[in-house]
């Protein structure tokens, strides 16, 4: 991944832009890394990974089943019974 200080991601935009276009940009301030600049398309590639991976664990989630509201509100207070402890 290439890594563009702040400032000459600053001073030099479109060579950034260009560039993000081929593969992420990490933008550095202070050499720390604080910013990540990535193509439209690769984002949308990401997007779409992701989504899927949501639909999977719902998709699960579905044939595992519900416990119903009265053993949900059972569960949440022992939850919260458990983090006051």
């Not at 991944?1 to 301030?29: H, N, W, Y």
């Not at 639909?55 to 044939?63: E, T, V």
Request: hydrophobic share 40%.
């Amino acid at each position: 991944m290439k890594t563009f200080a702040a400032k000459e991601a600053k001073d030099s935009f479109g060579l950034l832009l260009d560039t993000s276009q081929r593969e992420p940009v990490c933008i550095e301030k202070k050499h720390r890394g604080v910013a990540v600049v990535l193509s439209l398309q690769e984002y949308e590639r990401l997007e779409s990974i992701e989504e899927a991976w949501w639909a999977s664990k719902a998709d699960a989630a579905l044939k595992k089943g519900f416990i119903g509201t009265k053993a949900s509100e059972k569960l949440l207070g022992d939850i919260l019974t458990n983090a006051r402890d």
